[in-house]
């Protein structure tokens, strides 16, 4: 176990904040998580993954906690269907491409979204058509309540956008391993986000997972931001919602506004798309910068960005896009 005081907290936020925590605690066994005398520790306690869906707004007063548990098990192999577990500090895109590379489907449309295995779960990660929800059958967990094993079956993981039982209780769960249901059968989803047009001249009856992976890998490349060459924490607002006439007052001066019509009459509009209209792409205040590819994404621009730079950039948006269009648009990206 790696216990460190006064710890930079920098590495391990793919925006690059130069922050510090009082106490950065790595756990490499569930029983170390399990002998930590928590009361004890600076409070509050934040758990964390890779830090790729948080922004530290500054230095964090308490005890950062990092799962180093690290495994993948294949628990049983059915005829199509195959169970594995991964601890919860596997990096998510080692798990995508051990399964897919197995010829196991259902990860590969996941592939290289950064982060571990724990926060997918809580996050309920998603990418081209799929959810990690789609995958999981269980989540298992320590309750801080009383440190007992709790392990949840997917439909108790209260699975939504982006949105999970674990982020409605947060703190109370610390995720130790993800169970995934993956299956052997052919089964590629294509038909979203140009997947299927990045597959031209492969013969699509024969395909493998790993295909699909490699040809997610070329879509996300060229559009995404790699945190290791420029920090940023993915998308930065979570797609608005709005009702059907507030579209169409928007759809009046924009007959080609993007959009999605939901079950409930609703229509979710592309967060990207409202703040593209507004000329926001490649706006800097200081070193945050709107990504020039893809102007859902904030970028740390210099490496040396502030959490200030970063806020007043996002309150920027958010006043401009509540000024023309009469939304709110709300961050993806976890403040702490
Ligand atoms: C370039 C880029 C592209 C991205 N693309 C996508 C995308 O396509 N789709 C998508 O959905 N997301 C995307 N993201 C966002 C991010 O990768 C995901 O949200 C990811 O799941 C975060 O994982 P993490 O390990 O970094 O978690 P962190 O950001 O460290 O933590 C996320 C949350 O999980 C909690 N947590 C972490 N570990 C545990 C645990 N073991 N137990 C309990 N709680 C825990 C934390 O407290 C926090 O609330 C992208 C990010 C970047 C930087």
Not at 37 to 44: F, G, I, M, R, S
Not at 274 to 286: A, S
């Amino acid at each position: 176990m790696k216990r460190i005081e006064n710890y930079d907290l920098s590495a391990r936020n793919t925006f690059g904040m130069k922050v510090k925590c009082a106490l950065y605690i790595e756990y490499d066994t569930v029983d170390e998580l399990k002998s930590l005398d928590y009361k004890a520790l600076p409070q509050p306690l934040l758990h964390i993954g890779g830090g790729s869906n948080l922004l530290f707004t500054g230095d964090f007063p308490g005890t950062v906690l990092h799962s180093n548990v690290k495994f993948l098990k294949y628990v049983d192999m059915g005829l199509d269907e195959v169970l594995v577990t991964a601890g919860a500090g596997v990096v998510f895109d080692d798990f995508v491409a051990e399964v897919s590379g197995q010829g196991l489907w259902g990860a590969e449309n996941l592939s290289l979204i950064p982060g571990e295995v724990g926060a997918a779960a809580v996050q309920n990660i998603g990418a081209y058509g799929v959810e990690v929800k789609d995958i999981i059958a269980g989540v298992v967990c320590l309750d801080t309540k009383d440190w007992s094993k709790t392990i949840f079956k997917t439909p108790e993981c209260a699975y939504g956008y982006r949105d999970s039982r674990f982020k409605h209780e947060k703190g109370r769960y610390v995720i130790t391993s993800v169970l995934f249901r993956l299956n052997r059968r052919y089964s590629p989803r294509l038909d979203y986000g140009g997947v299927r047009a990045a597959l031209e001249g492969h013969d699509l009856s024969a395909l493998k997972p790993s295909e699909v992976r490699d040809a997610i890998i070329g879509i996300r490349r060229a559009k995404l931001p790699d945190p290791a060459e420029l920090g940023s924490a993915g998308s930065f607002f979570k797609n608005p919602v709005i009702p059907r006439e507030h579209f169409e007052r928007i759809a009046e001066g924009n007959p080609v506004a993007p959009h999605y019509d939901l079950p409930d009459g609703t229509v979710k509009v592309p967060a990207a798309w409202l703040i593209d209209q507004l000329g926001f792409r490649g706006q800097r205040e200081g070193g945050a910068q709107v990504y020039e590819k893809q102007p859902l994404v904030i970028v740390n621009a210099t490496g040396s960005a502030t959490p200030a730079e970063i806020i007043a950039l996002e309150q920027r948006i958010i006043a401009k896009v509540k000024e023309k269009y009469d939304i709110v648009l709300h961050p993806e990206v976890e403040h702490i």
